[in-house]
């Protein structure tokens, strides 16, 4: 399937891998990009650019195919040192960057310099077109199902995405609610040209972490997802567990009043205890609505390849069967 989100990026598939703390390191980056899509590399999991960069040669050891780095700009307690971040992956020879959080603006010449392409992460239309403006190449459009951080509008993909098809230029993906063949169809009949799958890939052998959390997504219906900080404006989707349940209930005490520091306990390095030490009570965790259509723990190829051949079949007998003779 070649769309124009592969053309771009030289991937066999529209498929993208998206940035996950604790999850997008070198073993899941290189499967997914060996299964023909595009892997991604978290880039501010490795604690220091140097780390980064060995992480970026441990992913060119597994695969020779193209792979991304992922670059979130958040708010933080101490600013990472991103033209650092940026040189290592230049370095590294890597070509595809996915941004998110805060607008890639100010680094944009950097990345330009050095021929990579800049797919940035946007919840709403006008922060897409912004993104388009400065110069990416591509958006990941990521729709209010999402795990992580929805933004503040609360529009689904549904509205998200033929809205974004309106308006934007630059080809862009799907980000958001995205599992399986049925869910890269619906995406790029509104307009997508592919999708970024974030949830779903943490539910694979490959993914890096304790099968408590991979057993957690399995077992965790559409329902089991919570919205927290959304008086901070810094809305994050998780999975509930007793963590979550806590910061909900000081949310709820504090109101308006409501300040980060309230609930740093329950949301501050919270990914290593429950990534790697598969503490599921720790606190919140990224987690899409998504999980409640993932019921299996493939190989990322199995999953890419079902992915593809259920995308085909939909197409070729399922929708064309639907025209009138």
């Known amino acids: 399937m070649q769309t124009r989100i592969t053309q771009l990026f030289g991937i066999q598939h529209p498929i993208i891998q998206g940035g996950m703390h604790f999850v997008g390191k ?11 899509g595009l892997g991604i590399i978290t880039a501010l999991t490795q604690k220091t650019p140097e780390l980064l960069a060995k992480e970026i040669a441990r992913a060119r050891e597994m695969t020779d195919k193209p792979i991304g780095v992922n670059l979130t700009f958040l708010p933080t307690f101490a600013k990472p040192p991103y ?19 805060r607008s890639p603006e100010e680094h944009m010449a950097q990345l330009k310099a050095a021929g990579i392409k800049v797919i940035h992460k946007c919840t709403s239309v006008r922060h897409a077109l912004k993104a388009e403006r400065i110069g990416c190449d591509a958006v990941s459009v990521d729709g209010f199902e999402c795990g992580g951080h929805p933004g503040e509008d609360d529009v689904p993909n549904f509205i998200l995405l033929p809205r974004a098809a309106e308006e934007l230029k630059v080809p862009f993906v799907a980000s958001g609610g995205m599992a399986d063949g049925r869910s890269l169809v619906a995406a790029m009949a509104l307009g997508a040209e592919g999708m970024n799958m974030g949830t779903r ?16 997504i399995v077992a965790a219906s559409e329902l089991d997802t919570r919205l927290i900080m959304r008086s901070l404006r810094n809305t994050e989707r998780v999975i509930n567990n007793s963590g979550v349940e806590e910061i909900l209930a000081i949310e709820r005490a504090k109101g308006d009043a409501l300040k980060i520091e309230d609930i740093i306990d329950q949301v501050a ?11 599921m009570e720790a606190g919140a965790w990224s987690c899409g ?16 390849d079902r992915i593809m051949a259920e995308a085909e079949a939909i197409i070729t007998k399922r929708l064309a069967g639907a025209l009138a003779k």
Do not use: C, W
């Open 269 to 279: 390095g919270i990914y290593p205890r429950v990534m790697e030490q598969g503490d």
């Open 289 to 304: 609505m998504v999980a409640g259509l993932v019921r299996d723990v493939p190989t990322v190829k199995e999953l890419i």
């Open 201 to 216: 890939f943490i539910a694979t052998k490959e993914a890096p972490v304790h099968d408590n959390v991979k057993n957690a």
């Open 26 to 36: 070198a073993e899941l980056a290189a499967a997914v990009s060996n299964a023909g």
């Open 83 to 101: 033209p650092e971040y940026i040189a290592a992956i230049i370095d590294g020879g890597v070509k595809a960057v996915e941004t998110a959080g």
